[in-house]
């Protein structure tokens, strides 16, 4: 049984909405097995070693340890899948889902599951399956699963998102706000774009590092909140032991030790009656750097106040640690049972911490007359602390429900006057229901970042909801975390369409952030260079903070790798699928091709845009939970559309008129006409189909994204198909004489486009190609493409891209030249030219005047140097006037003839 490949999904993916590991795994003659075949070897260790197994629940509905015993469909795959799965539940990082799937290979299965922390799925993965091969097929030297399991639960401990910080995650997934880890600690970034905000615990980016250093000088805080009239002890900073002991006589004993910026109960020594007691707490808060004050002690029971916004949200009774004797036990028992709690971790890693035997234990056990063998007797309790910090195995009572209003007005002030957004006030009281004034109770510090553990789980009374009190801080009900996500994928023409939509959305006044095969774009600067269709990409635009829309161009590969790189968005399209990257990543058909990119419309929320005229995306329609369906049509006699339309639903359709065709919007029974297509630049005057089709599909995610109808006709007559605007998507040049349109086409349909293109262009002179297709592709697409441009051309070039991806470097041009030929292509027609550079190069020396020169290439940016720093061997010659109107189809009547003067043109009858 080995792992032979692994991928992650970051977010939704083909099969679940869900993020998930998917191990590859070769189970060596056991794929298909059911798992009760190996229920006794297995099921009563795993019951034993991972209890978190027994709360599962198969794919199919069934208890998995019931199902391990008792349900032949049951299989091996997945039992390694639930597994790691009740792995990390038990390691608090829990996941979701677990199944499998069959391999690509017999013996092979696709394990997966959830996770929530990848380095932790991974992990459990590897784990689990150690742990069913030792049960299944013992080694000669027995493992200890106890060990394998706590080393496990220990290595995800280390990892894992802390109490406090799933407290604040638990906050932000019940209000819809997205959230992602910064790094291995607690760092979190919520929300989207501009909408983003950081937190660590209780320090938020709003947090002021002034207050914060203000918090953390004790003398200095003191100072200001006594100015104030606050409720503070009397305190005077020290510089030695001597002087400590001085300062603690002139304030009176018993006093408080402690350092000036400490925090979580370092340092500091409470209740000191001696000077020797005074000069020793002066070394142990020296040891914390900062300098040391001397404070006097109020009595009364610690209580923590939690202030979030300026307002007091939760309020604990600290306990130190302590056990409580019960007449039998030793104190070192005693502790080993409190430790037992499954709440209690090391630091701050659970809900409480354990309690340890140290020297300040030791002291107190000394004092009171113990050491750890004694047997207290039963009721009595022992403290192991004197301060009641949760850090240091304190326990909390919940008296949010019972606070004095003068003391929560108290705690509201000192807050707001130390300045922190979230704060902790540590207040000494010997009774919280009555007011300070009444009981001499006093502020013995201020806290910044305050642990929120105290108040999720106390351990008594009712827990309080501390982290939505800091969500609904940073996200006021009604205020956006996330913003529009526009996402688009398709065979063919979703880099323009991205880039079309990116444009007319700046001009609108968004700051866009883009993605797209060729580079990340942030306002229309490029961030990131190279093809960034994939979840990486998409997740760098999400996250930067000057972002306010986005447009994921999402490719079929990235798909397939990891997944989508966001949950949802609030518009996806799929613009066509065709034919194209068949055999790659288990994706061996147009239908399958077709499950992969229906992933965009299935995780749309607000609005789906399908293409009505491709069968493929038609039926994506049953798939999409979209409130809205968008169709786009280029037959204004569509049927499916037109009924749409009759419903007042919504759809964009390109529709014919006196001046041409024109794109027109439809919804709740009102025609929207658009625009005229040829008065689109990218549409060479309505003559590139493909383009009028994106332009509309541009059309549909603005308006679906709330755009007004003027702020898409701007968009689209600004946008052009110049290499600026759009490398390697249908540029021309005109400046030789003779025309040339460069062009990234790659499959059958992109090449099938421009060809249609070519014949609409209708040119004086020559058609020449320059065609090619990438390696990785099958032959029989190769040959589809030589379908596509048979016949249509005067003259053709064969040439391979750089890359020949594990073809021989001439084998591409080779299969399109035999492919050519057998289509009826004159050998003297067709020249090999295997280097795409050359290739270009005889094509622009082959042109003449009035000729058409279309090239598909792979290095754009080469190429298009290559073309304008071209020196035609004959000058541009002007194209006659009768030439240009033959050209266009116009017929002129017998005995009559064209006329061009200053009046224009017109036929006059033959002289």
């Known amino acids: 049984m080995e792992i032979i490949g692994t991928s992650v999904y970051v977010g939704p993916n083909v099969y679940s909405k869900k993020r998930l590991i998917r191990l590859r795994v070769d189970l060596r003659h056991r794929a298909g097995k059911a798992a009760m075949e190996y229920a006794d070897l297995l099921a009563a260790p795993l019951a034993e070693h991972i209890p978190t197994l027994a709360s599962g629940v198969t794919e199919s509905g069934k208890p998995v340890l019931?199902?391990?015993?008792?349900?032949?469909?049951?299989?091996?795959?997945?039992?390694?899948?639930?597994?790691?799965?009740?792995?990390?539940?038990?390691?608090?990082?829990?996941?979701?889902?677990?199944f499998s799937r069959p391999g690509p290979e017999e013996d092979e299965m696709f394990v997966l599951y959830g996770y929530e922390s990848d380095e932790i799925g991974l992990e459990a993965g590897d784990v689990a399956r150690d742990?069913?091969?030792?049960?299944?097929?013992?080694?000669?030297?027995?493992?200890?699963?106890?060990?394998?399991?706590?080393?496990?639960?220990?290595?995800?401990?280390?990892?894992?998102?802390?109490?406090?910080?799933?407290?604040?995650?638990?906050?932000?997934?019940?209000?819809?706000?997205?959230?992602?880890?910064?790094?291995?600690?607690?760092?979190?970034?919520?929300?989207?774009?501009?909408?983003?905000?950081?937190?660590?615990?209780?320090?938020?980016?709003?947090?002021?590092?002034?207050?914060?250093?203000?918090?953390?000088?004790?003398?200095?805080?003191?100072?200001?909140?006594?100015?104030?009239?606050?409720?503070?002890?009397?305190?005077?900073a020290v510089r030695d032991p001597d002087d400590a002991v001085a300062m603690a006589h002139r304030i009176g004993y018993p006093v408080v030790v402690k350092p000036i910026d400490g925090n979580h109960g370092r340092g500091v020594s409470v209740n000191l009656s001696s000077d020797d007691d005074v000069a020793a707490a002066f070394d142990i808060a020296d040891d914390e750097g900062g300098g040391v004050v001397v404070e006097s002690m109020i009595l009364g029971d610690d209580h923590r106040l939690f202030v979030v916004d300026g307002k007091l949200v939760a309020a604990a009774k600290r306990m130190p640690g302590h056990v409580v004797g019960d007449g039998r036990s030793t104190i070192a028992e005693l502790i080993e049972i409190v430790n037992q709690d499954p709440r209690r971790g090391v630091g701050h890693e659970n809900m409480l911490t354990q309690l340890e035997i140290d020297t300040q234990a030791e002291k107190l056990l000394t004092e009171a007359g113990y050491t750890e063998s004694s047997v207290p007797p039963e009721g009595e309790v022992v403290y192991l602390r004197r301060t009641a910090n949760l850090s240091t195995g304190g326990t909390a009572i919940d008296v949010t429900d019972v606070i004095h209003p003068d003391n929560k007005v108290m705690a509201e002030r000192a807050i707001s006057a130390v300045g922190l957004d979230i704060g902790g006030v540590d207040f000494l009281t010997t009774d919280i229901t009555q007011s300070y004034r009444d009981t001499g109770g006093a502020i013995c510090e201020i806290n910044a970042g305050p642990g929120m553990r105290m108040h999720i789980a106390p351990s008594e009374g009712q827990g309080r909801d501390v982290g939505g009190a800091v969500m609904d801080?940073?996200?006021?009900?009604?205020?956006?975390?996330?913003?529009?996500?526009?996402?688009?994928?398709?065979?063919?023409?979703?880099?323009?369409?991205?880039?079309?939509?990116?444009?007319?959305?700046?001009?609108?006044?968004?700051?866009?952030?883009?993605?797209?095969?060729?580079?990340?774009?942030?306002?229309?600067?490029?961030?990131?260079?190279?093809?960034?269709?994939?979840?990486?990409?998409?997740?760098?635009?999400?996250?930067?903070?000057?972002?306010?829309?986005?447009?994921?161009?999402?490719?079929?590969?990235?798909?397939?790798?990891?997944?989508?790189?966001?949950?949802?968005?609030?518009?996806?399209?799929?613009?066509?699928?065709?034919?194209?990257?068949?055999?790659?990543?288990?994706?061996?058909?147009?239908?399958?091709?077709?499950?992969?990119?229906?992933?965009?419309?299935?995780v749309a929320r607000d609005c789906?845009?399908?293409?009505?005229?491709?069968?493929?995306?038609?039926?994506?329609?049953?798939?999409?939970?979209?409130?809205?369906?968008?169709?786009?049509?280029?037959?204004?006699?569509?049927?499916?559309?037109?009924?749409?339309?009759?419903?007042?639903?919504r759809a964009v359709v390109r529709e014919a008129g006196m001046n041409g065709d024109q794109i027109v919007i439809y919804e709740n029974g009102s025609q929207m006409p658009l625009l005229w297509t040829h008065l689109i630049p990218a549409t060479l005057e309505g003559k590139a189909y493909h383009n009028v089709e994106n332009a509309m599909f541009t059309a549909a995610i603005c308006f679906s994204l709330g755009l007004s109808l003027d702020q898409i006709r701007t968009g689209l007559r600004t946008f052009d198909n110049t290499f600026f605007q759009s490398p390697g998507r249908m540029n021309v040049f005109d400046e030789h004489g003779f025309r040339v349109i460069l062009d990234y086409g790659h499959n059958e349909a992109a090449v099938g486009s421009m060809v249609d293109l070519v014949e609409r262009l209708n040119p004086?002179?020559?058609?020449?190609?320059?065609?090619?297709?990438?390696?990785?592709?099958?032959?029989?697409?190769?040959?589809?493409?030589?379908?596509?441009?048979?016949?249509?051309?005067d003259h053709y070039i064969c040439h391979s891209d750089d890359n020949p991806r594990d073809r021989e470097h001439d084998e591409v041009p080779r299969l399109m030249r035999e492919n050519l030929l057998a289509l009826g292509v004159p050998d003297e027609q067709i020249q090999m030219v295997p280097q795409e550079e050359l290739s270009v190069e005889t094509g622009l020396k082959l042109a003449k005047p009035n000729d058409l020169l279309l090239i598909f290439c792979d290095g754009i940016t080469r190429c298009w140097k290559k073309i304008i720093y071209f020196e035609p061997s004959e000058p541009p010659q002007p194209v006659p006037v009768e030439a240009k109107v033959a050209a266009a189809g116009f017929d002129i009547p017998e005995g009559w003839e064209l006329l061009s003067d200053e009046r224009g043109v017109r036929i006059v009858p033959k002289t």
């Open 764 to 793: 004086i002179g020559k058609r020449i190609v320059c065609v090619t297709c990438p390696g990785d592709r099958r032959d029989e697409d190769i040959a589809a493409i030589a379908q596509k441009v048979a016949g249509k051309f």
């Open 66 to 98: 019931e199902a391990l015993e008792s349900d032949p469909d049951f299989e091996l795959g997945e039992l390694i899948a639930q597994v790691a799965l009740a792995l990390q539940d038990a390691g608090d990082a829990p996941g979701s889902l677990a």
């Open 473 to 602: 801080m940073l996200y006021p009900a009604g205020s956006p975390a996330r913003i529009p996500v526009a996402a688009l994928t398709g065979t063919n023409g979703k880099t323009t369409t991205a880039r079309m939509l990116a444009h007319v959305l700046q001009m609108a006044g968004y700051t866009v952030g883009q993605t797209s095969t060729d580079a990340v774009y942030v306002d229309g600067q490029v961030t990131v260079k190279g093809d960034m269709t994939g979840p990486t990409a998409a997740r760098m635009v999400l996250s930067d903070p000057n972002v306010d829309m986005a447009v994921i161009e999402t490719a079929r590969g990235g798909i397939v790798r990891a997944g989508l790189g966001y949950e949802f968005c609030d518009v996806g399209a799929v613009l066509n699928v065709t034919s194209d990257h068949l055999g790659l990543g288990g994706v061996d058909s147009v239908e399958q091709l077709a499950e992969v990119k229906r992933l965009v419309v299935e």
């Open 608 to 649: 789906a845009v399908l293409n009505a005229d491709n069968e493929q995306t038609l039926k994506m329609a049953a798939f999409t939970e979209a409130k809205h369906l968008c169709w786009v049509t280029m037959n204004a006699q569509n049927s499916l559309v037109r009924e749409h339309i009759n419903l007042g639903k």
């Open 131 to 236: 742990i069913l091969l030792d049960l299944i097929a013992p080694p000669e030297d027995p493992v200890d699963l106890a060990a394998v399991v706590d080393d496990f639960i220990y290595y995800a401990n280390r990892r894992s998102l802390g109490p406090s910080a799933l407290e604040l995650v638990r906050a932000a997934e019940e209000r819809d706000i997205p959230w992602r880890r910064m790094n291995t600690a607690s760092l979190i970034a919520l929300g989207q774009g501009k909408y983003q905000q950081r937190i660590e615990a209780a320090l938020t980016g709003r947090t002021s590092n002034i207050a914060v250093e203000m918090a953390s000088d004790k003398e200095l805080c003191t100072q200001l909140l006594a100015d104030l009239g606050l409720p503070v002890p009397r305190q005077i």
